[in-house]
């Protein structure tokens, strides 16, 4: 049954593959297979075996935008990849060093991606003519030579799975889908991971059917010990030993952005002393914190599906006016939607998060690809002069104090915040060291419950809009005995709230609102340096998903005696009241986004810095050297070759040929 | 805590908020307003737990002129803010107040919802066939042919019924009533009785864009030939009970037909049951002139409301579940690295 295609001429093999010599520093694996084959959870499952294995790792997730897009085709490939090794892991790698293919088209989409000399897995099982053809091969590449320079490992996966799972008495079609569990096994075997806990992990997933539960673990099984016993071209497959990650002591877990936002606004709302309220819409990549928050009712979440995105975030509103932690979640197009809404909780001053997970625009765009190119909508997306402070989250875990920061900005000034994350962040998974809740701080909310004016004529009255030493107003719920009083959309006078058109009040008012988020900036944390001195000859700037590629970019650069630092932003608006002077103490900036310079702009407009744009809109992360060799022009003694637009690169997630064959 | 001193009994002057009010002299929103003020003298209610919730235009400045709590929010969108507010706080008292363009054309998508899901709410929806605030184009209620600054020789599209609308929505209870009517404070309540989306469309007259649009029904003089207010459990008489509303068997539909001597079962006067869909549907289908203009309540049968069901499926999740933060964070597969150790100690 099994076929084994030992590379042509192995004799010419490459040795700087996956078998080092030493332990690698860090490897990376990418599964990539139909997008009924099961590769995230595969993915997810090895994730979680390499994070208890100590390592630190990074993980991408890219998948069609299809549900079940056609069986075998280059658009319906999934795939993913992890980077993990004994060092500070902050990308999910640049070139993979192993490539698992579940058929041809996953071959075809993403071997180009692969370090001369990587292994591929290939289940040569599903090497047909029917599924070449799908794939556009007119000639078995696992036969023709046309992988020579690479290492390759064909052998019939499928009919190995069938075989393990034999005793089980399983249908064709159900027997198949073990063979993800077999791969798993086998790429186990390779990096030495323990298969306890996912056995555990299949046990408690099939406990309704536990027959289905025995099938996967003998499919794991099987494809462990064929690593272990299989002679496979003698020296091809060996065992690769990652020494575990130096990390700080403490609990750990894997978590995904989207799992942590959901977990700091709960966590947000509690030290607040509210209830939460999500009122979202169904929204690729958005939908998943709906989804998270859904079970977490214990923590005195209510969560509502609305009609569409006005609705969610009018609804929030509403819950917010009511006394409730108003939230609301979406992607570009939805936030687009939400525009109107926004301004309304602006002008009335009633605290909201709205949570953008970002993704490739404009309108549909890439729904299931990455970007950060709603930063604009995000800080001037809005009719009138309606001010509204931005966080962005860097990583998944960072995403848990993201939520939680934008939480405690939302009630403790009385305004809608935004905070932007993206399709990477939302489905990439990284080792979280779980937070102790205890050592949080506070910030419990006193909602208005006495009259707090008085009237021209000496009563006593209440004055919703009456500031503090911040300029925020009280939180008066509707309810509380004799504080009546009405909100609305019409500009209003300082103090009663009551419309007034008048030039004044509108130049007071407007003017009000926007020192008051301006004065946001002295609650935040001044503008530190990610890595590096507080000057030199460049800062490398960024926000968001970039944080990882721009890190190890400016890190070998630095190994390589270069003076540059790294500047990463988490408060997009109000900016850290320092940012303007740690910039101007470098000689040049240079700001890579994904997007066509949308921070660059902000920087030059606040700061008049000549902030140097590096963009990327392929809908694919920057990867480590792109950025590295950006850096690289700021020391060459060439004028004008810095910064600017960068192509789409064949290699990386999501391949070009994948998502447009 | 404010229960322990009852609230005095509150008269109309308690819940004209200190604002001046700014419809055009002899708008029609006036009479609705003081209906509404005395509907709520009537049903004893705390200013402090209700609410107004209004979108756009003339009809919803509405909030700002009721002594209450009260939100003036964006064009079409009350029902979600409603939505929000009835779920965030369930005892407060709802009341949603719209237009035609505002509930029925930016807003039928949320209007539509609101009723699907059977918020407890109370929905005025004030139709004066126009839009006045934005002076005076043709609306999703205007008749074909309107007149207006946006159709000069006469609208061409075909006007929406509100309260077909609401009962094709799902809606359980659903009246009719006009501004300077005598009976309006009567058909609030029982809207307010209703627990659930309560929908009201009011004929509001416009006086400047549209003046005097519901004259043929709504006029003093003749109303009794022309309308037709409907009474749980009574016959459908009109006109001073000479004349009736059968139903057209051979048809299915109904019919006006001459009652003598007042004997209505021998006409074949149907009585009227607020809890009969088919015969709601019918009703508020009549086309005006063959038929007289029939108001008061037409539909009422209540089923649990939207944020009831909420607050039980919550309650039943809640169950048995303790809200610890550490555990939450700590789920799943963990591991643990102990301090001077360069890997993991051991799973959890």
């Given at each position: 049954m099994t076929t084994i295609l030992a590379p042509k001429n192995s004799e010419s093999q490459p040795q700087t593959g996956v078998v080092p010599e030493a332990a690698p520093e860090a490897v990376v694996v990418r599964f990539a297979g139909d997008s009924g084959d099961g590769m995230q959870l595969t993915g997810g499952q090895f994730t979680l075996s390499t994070a208890l294995a100590g390592n630190d790792l990074a993980t991408f997730p890219d998948f069609p935008a299809e549900i079940r897009a056609p069986q075998g085709t280059l658009f319906g490939v999934s795939a993913f990849q992890i980077n993990f090794g004994s060092t500070e892991i902050t990308t999910a790698g640049d070139a993979p060093d192993v490539l698992v293919a579940m058929n041809p088209a996953a071959l075809k989409t993403n071997v180009t991606a692969l370090k001369p000399g990587g292994l591929i897995i290939a289940d040569a099982g599903e090497f047909s003519k029917r599924n070449l053809e799908k794939a556009k091969y007119e000639v078995n590449p696992l036969e023709d030579g046309s992988l020579a320079k690479w290492q390759l490992l064909a052998f019939d996966i499928s009919a190995l799975t069938l075989e393990s799972v034999k005793p089980f008495g399983l249908g064709n079609k159900e027997a198949l889908r073990c063979k993800n569990m077999w791969t798993l096994g086998l790429a186990l075997w390779m990096f030495d991971r323990d298969r306890a806990p996912l056995i555990e992990w299949l046990k408690d997933k099939f406990k309704k059917n536990p027959v289905l539960a025995d099938a996967n673990i003998a499919a794991l099984n099987a494809g462990h010990a064929y690593g272990e016993t299989a002679e496979i071209g003698g020296h091809v497959l060996e065992k690769v030993q990652v020494a575990a990650a130096p990390?700080?002591?403490?609990?750990?877990?894997?978590?995904?952005?989207?799992?942590?936002?959901?977990?700091?606004?709960?966590?947000?709302?509690?030290?607040?002393?509210?209830?939460?309220?999500?009122?979202?819409?169904?929204?690729?990549?958005?939908?998943?914190?709906?989804?998270?928050?859904?079970?977490?009712?214990?923590?005195?979440?209510?969560?509502?599906?609305?009609?569409?995105?006005?609705?969610?975030?009018?609804?929030?509103?509403?819950?917010?006016?009511?006394?409730?932690?108003?939230?609301?979640?979406?992607?570009?197009?939805?936030?687009?939607?939400?525009?109107?809404?926004?301004?309304?909780?602006?002008?009335?001053?009633?605290?909201?998060?709205?949570?953008?997970?970002?993704?490739?625009?404009?309108?549909?765009?890439?729904?299931?690809?990455?970007?950060?190119?709603?930063?604009?909508?995000?800080?001037?997306?809005?009719?009138?002069?309606?001010?509204?402070?931005?966080?962005?989250?860097?990583?998944?875990?960072?995403?848990?104090?993201?939520?939680?920061?934008?939480?405690?900005?939302?009630?403790?000034?009385?305004?809608?915040?935004?905070?932007?994350?993206?399709?990477?962040?939302?489905?990439?998974?990284?080792?979280?060291?779980?937070?102790?809740?205890?050592?949080?701080?506070?910030?419990?909310?006193?909602?208005?419950?006495?009259?707090?004016?008085?009237?021209?004529?000496?009563?006593?009255?209440?004055?919703?809009?009456?500031?503090?030493?911040?300029?925020?107003?009280?939180?008066?719920?509707?309810?509380?005995?004799?504080?009546?009083?009405?909100?609305?959309?019409?500009?209003k006078a300082p103090e009663t709230g009551d419309l007034d058109y008048s030039p004044d009040t509108h130049q007071k008012q407007t003017i009000a609102r926007l020192e008051k988020v301006n004065g946001i900036a002295g609650s935040i944390p001044a503008q530190e340096v990610s890595l590096g001195e507080t000057s030199g000859k460049l800062a490398v700037i960024g926000w968001g998903s970039t944080f990882g590629p721009i890190h190890q970019a400016v890190r070998r650069a630095r190994a390589r005696g270069l003076a540059v630092s790294h500047i990463h932003v988490r408060h997009i608006w109000p900016m850290p009241a320092n940012l303007g002077e740690l910039l101007k103490s470098f000689d040049h900036v240079l700001v890579p986004e994904m997007n066509t310079g949308q921070f660059k702009t902000v920087l030059r407009d606040q700061?008049?810095?000549?902030?140097?744009?590096?963009?990327?809109?392929?809908?694919?992360?920057?990867?480590?050297?792109?950025?590295?060799?950006?850096?690289?022009?700021?020391?060459?003694?060439?004028?004008?070759?810095?910064?600017?637009?960068?192509p789409a690169d064949t290699t990386q997630l999501p391949s070009i040929e994948a998502v447009n064959p | 805590m404010n229960d322990m001193t009852p609230i005095a009994k509150l008269t109309i002057k308690d819940w004209e908020s200190d604002q001046?009010?700014?419809?055009?002299?002899?708008?029609?929103?006036?009479?609705?307003?003081?209906?509404?003020?005395?509907?709520?003298?009537?049903?004893?209610?705390?200013?402090?737990?209700?609410?107004?919730?209004?979108?756009?235009?003339?009809?919803?400045?509405f909030p700002y002129y009721m002594a209450s709590y009260g939100f003036h929010t964006i064009h079409g969108r009350a029902p979600a803010f409603a939505t929000g507010i009835k779920l965030a706080n369930p005892e407060l008292d709802v009341w949603l107040v719209t237009g035609d363009g505002d509930g029925?054309?930016?807003?039928?998508?949320?209007?539509?919802?609101?009723?699907?899901?059977?918020?407890?709410?109370?929905?005025?929806?004030?139709?004066n066939e126009i839009y006045g605030l934005t002076k005076g184009?043709?609306?999703?209620?205007?008749?074909?042919?309107?007149?207006?600054?946006?159709?000069?020789?006469?609208?061409?599209?075909?006007?929406?019924?509100?309260?077909?609308?609401?009962?094709?929505?799902?809606?359980?209870?659903?009246?009719?009533?006009f501004d300077v009517s005598k009976e309006l404070p009567n058909v609030l309540k029982a809207a307010h009785a209703h627990r659930g989306a309560a929908f009201i469309e009011i004929f509001q007259n416009c006086i400047v864009y549209n003046k005097d649009v519901f004259e043929d029904f709504a006029a003093p003089k003749g109303a009794e030939a022309r309308q037709l207010w409907l009474?749980?459990?009574?016959?459908?008489?009109?006109?001073?009970?000479?004349?009736?509303?059968?139903?057209?068997?051979?048809?299915?539909?109904?019919?006006?037909?001459?009652?003598?001597?007042?004997?209505?079962?021998?006409?074949?006067?149907?009585?009227?049951?607020?809890?009969?869909?088919?015969?709601?549907?019918?009703?508020?289908?009549?086309?005006?002139?063959?038929?007289?203009?029939?108001?008061?309540?037409?539909?009422?049968?209540?089923?649990?409301?939207?944020e009831g069901a909420v607050a039980q499926q919550d309650v039943k999740q809640r169950e048995g579940k303790v809200a610890n933060l550490a555990k939450l964070l700590a789920k799943g597969q963990t591991w643990t690295v102990a301090p001077e150790d360069q890997g993991p100690l051991s799973n959890v």
């Open positions: 990390s700080p002591a403490g609990l750990y877990r894997t978590v995904n952005g989207a799992e942590a936002i959901s977990y700091g606004l709960v966590a947000g709302a509690q030290l607040a002393g509210l209830k939460i309220f999500f009122g979202g819409y169904p929204i690729t990549p958005a939908s998943a914190i709906l989804h998270n928050l859904v079970k977490m009712k214990e923590f005195g979440v209510t969560t509502f599906q609305a009609e569409d995105e006005i609705a969610a975030i009018c609804s929030a509103i509403g819950a917010s006016w009511a006394g409730q932690l108003g939230v609301t979640s979406s992607s570009g197009p939805g936030i687009a939607l939400k525009g109107e809404a926004m301004g309304l909780a602006v002008i009335t001053e009633l605290p909201l998060v709205i949570v953008n997970s970002q993704r490739g625009g404009p309108s549909t765009g890439l729904p299931t690809k990455t970007e950060q190119s709603d930063l604009y909508q995000a800080v001037y997306g809005r009719n009138g002069d309606a001010p509204v402070p931005v966080v962005a989250a860097r990583s998944p875990a960072d995403a848990f104090e993201c939520a939680v920061e934008a939480c405690r900005i939302a009630v403790q000034y009385m305004t809608p915040v935004i905070l932007l994350t993206d399709g990477y962040i939302a489905n990439a998974a990284e080792p979280w060291l779980v937070p102790d809740p205890a050592t949080f701080t506070p910030f419990p909310v006193t909602f208005l419950e006495e009259l707090n004016g008085e009237a021209p004529n000496g009563q006593k009255t209440v004055l919703p809009y009456k500031r503090d030493e911040r300029g925020v107003r009280p939180w008066i719920k509707p309810g509380t005995p004799g504080l009546m009083h009405r909100i609305g959309g019409i500009e700061y008049l810095v000549d902030a140097k744009p590096l963009n990327k809109v392929s809908g694919q992360p920057f990867t480590i050297a792109e950025i590295e060799t950006a850096i690289g022009t700021f020391f060459d003694n060439i004028s004008g070759n810095e910064g600017g637009e960068l | 001046e009010v700014r419809w055009c002299p002899g708008c029609g929103d006036y009479a609705i307003l003081k209906a509404v003020q005395r509907t709520m003298v009537d049903l004893g209610s705390d200013p402090a737990k209700t609410v107004f919730v209004s979108g756009i235009g003339c009809s919803s400045r029925l054309s930016i807003g039928g998508n949320h209007t539509m919802h609101v009723l699907r899901r059977n918020l407890d709410c109370q929905i005025m929806l004030f139709n184009q043709y609306s999703p209620t205007s008749r074909l042919g309107t007149n207006s600054p946006t159709s000069p020789i006469g609208s061409v599209d075909r006007p929406a019924l509100p309260c077909a609308f609401a009962l094709g929505a799902g809606a359980r209870f659903v009246a009719r009533g009474k749980q459990g009574e016959p459908m008489l009109f006109n001073k009970g000479t004349q009736g509303i059968a139903l057209d068997v051979e048809h299915l539909t109904l019919k006006v037909v001459d009652v003598a001597d007042g004997d209505w079962q021998a006409a074949g006067v149907i009585v009227h049951d607020v809890t009969n869909r088919s015969v709601a549907h019918m009703l508020v289908e009549l086309p005006f002139g063959p038929f007289p203009m029939a108001l008061g309540v037409i539909y009422d049968d209540p089923q649990p409301s939207f």
